[in-house]
């Protein structure tokens, strides 16, 4: 008889029936056999509790609730009357409770006890952790070197350690990101445009949504559900542009394998065809853009269908039915993402997509493509604030300028953010965390693992979500909102809180609390909470109902089709549309900048499509190589979440049918994605859903310092003390397939407007793999990534394109 596992249980049973008739209790019992502790198991007549938190796997910090029996967590799920939710959880958030308990959780501050990397550690007391880390960063300080401690760090929940950083009075705060939703260049199209750095899509009014390389239904979940709802009730077409067959584009009314990096130009073509048409919105264009009308249809005349044609390989008949359609169905949405912003082009893509929209008069109109509504929290006061994280912020300059020798380092704190793994040239990365010359002293926050994690002196341990005390507003609907986690559980182990953890370090440098010490002096993170609501305006008072509630305003509740948030009176509560007519955008001619004055920032005069070089003639078994995101992972941070890496853990690299039988290449075949600083051997996945110029390859996978889930490896305990356990990951982690991460031969190339890294352009070859080639294989030469990173910089040029 085979081993009974969860897996052949549930297929047997699918193929018997027996799941139906009695066989929940056998589930029950192998669950009781898998599960040990089974502390998800839902007893019946067993008190059952209920919290407000919000998820925080990722930027949109969706409110939830929580379900707690017996002092355990048994259940998460997404809060109803939340005005972007309406208690819809993607499969990450309802997931996240695995994180609380997982066995391969760091629980203790760990001091290394080996070489770095070497996986060996010592766990230490709070106390010894904090006395190391304050003596380095004070004898930094003292010696005039506080340039020298540097903060790397996720893009979002970092708002305490900048602000210690801006207490020492270091600028050295790099990111992967400015700010959470949108990448840097999207947010330098916006912000010299709209003068914002996101606009929210009001899918759910909406009647024509043109998409172009966004994943929406997988990764921007929030506004997924709503567009998901229109379409199944049939109340817009979904038209999308990418080089991928997506879930998204699967579920479009129309799909389009564009070129890649030619976005930009099917756009300018529509914005053409639009204005010649005679179909634009000529009220709004002049009221409320800052470029005549003559002058930006003459303008656009240079941009025709034809030679979008030419490259993108999107028909210019199509462009142009499908432009009029648009122009002809208000309201509508251009939608954007990575796709069309992760190129050395994004930036002007991007502004080029501002432009249709401003062209059509789809701005902040109820079904269009609104002006953020979000609280702005504040940081309790501190003296000196710093301002705006600017593009040299970007961290993957980082390891260059450590290696270079331009920024010197005493002290690397790395907060929720995972480069060694996750960041191009993640290899680059590596060599320069592994040399104690480069840099001497490295502190991990985290409350796993991770592959930076393994290269730190010490790791503190973070809380995750439920055990946090925090405040958070995000733009991800038509009305302002602000969510509360108030801690449901006592950290597991010692895990801290990071502004607990900084107050330690900032009155161990400073014992009698009379300099920097002064600016942390709050009693816990529920003060710390109180002061960041009092301090926000329009929440000053709100304290109490906020803590109430969870959220703040409540604007009604879930109807009962489960559609709409209504008041009290069952009257469906709309957004806030049409702010910017009371004082204008918020750029400085309060108008839409279509047009930026020569010499005022390196964009071009109007938004233009510029073709990258490297794209130019690909040769036979040459493709451009797309990363994308599966609903189920994030960068970095859900792979030992075994309800995720159960459905996604490998990678196979997508290649055109056609293509892949020139090059001699089978479905699930051995290949080598060989790009100009390595290779990796991979299977590859040959299919239709892919322009035939494109390769495409998931990332999240191909860990090797993560948990055992991660590394699909249940025999690999870790090294460090933990006290949690979980039979289900001991007896029932059936594959062994991990994947392979791509991010080690993706060069660090960037966007001269934006800042902005594009993901989206490195050129690979793709060929059968050797003789001798395993599975997993990474090969990669660092000095060839040192010097693409110098070839590449500013290879786009600033400011040519089109002739305005
Ligand atoms: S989209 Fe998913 S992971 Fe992100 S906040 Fe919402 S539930 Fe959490």
Known sequence: MPKLTRRNFLKFGAATGTLLAGGSKTLQAMELKFGGEDRHQIRPFHPRATYNYICSLCPYHDCGIAFVEGGKVVKLEGNPDHIATRGKFCPKGIAGLLAVYDPD????????AGKRGEGKWKRITWDEAIKEISG???SAMDSNAV????????EYRDSAVIRFMQTIGSESVFRSRLTSLSNPNKNKALLDTVGVDTLTPDFANSRYVLNFGANIIETAFPFAQRLTDAIVEKRLKLVTFDVRLSNTAGRSDEWFPVSPGTDGIVMLAMANVIMQERLADTEFLKNWTNYPIDKLASYLKQWTPELAEEKSGVKADDIKRIAIEFADTKPGIVFTNNGISYHLNGTESERAAVLLSAVTGNIDVKGGLCLPKKFEIQNPRLKAEGGRLKAKNMNYHLPFKIKD????VAVLLNYMSNPAYSSPAASVWRDV?????LVPFIVEFSPFMSETGELADIILPDVVSIERHDVVSSPTALKPWVGVTTPILKPQGEAMDVRMVIQKIVKEIDPDGKGIASQWAFNDEAEWVKKQIKETPELKDKYEDIMDKGMYPVYGKLDSKGRKIVDENGKAVDGDYGVYKKSGFPTSSKKIQIHEKKGQSPLTALPAWQENPKHKGLKEGEFVLTTFKWAYHTNSRTGNLKYLSEIIHSNP????????????????GLVRVISPVGHIVTKAFVTNGINPKSAAISASVGRWAYGRVAMANPARKPEFETGLHDLDIDDNLWWRDKGVNPNDIMPVSVDPVGGGQAWFDTVVKIEPAKPGDKYGDVKVDNERHVSIYKETDGVMGQGSGGKA
Do not use: F, M
């Open 136 to 138: 380095n960063i004070k």
């Open 105 to 112: 959780r760091v629980l203790y501050p760990l001091k290394r």
């Open 147 to 154: 340039k020298e401690i540097i903060l790397n760090t996720g």
């Open 653 to 668: 690299v997508w290649i055109n049918k056609k293509e892949a039988v020139k090059l001699g290449i089978k479905d699930g």
């Open 405 to 408: 020798g331009s920024q010197k």
């Open 433 to 437: 965390l592994k040399d104690e010359k």
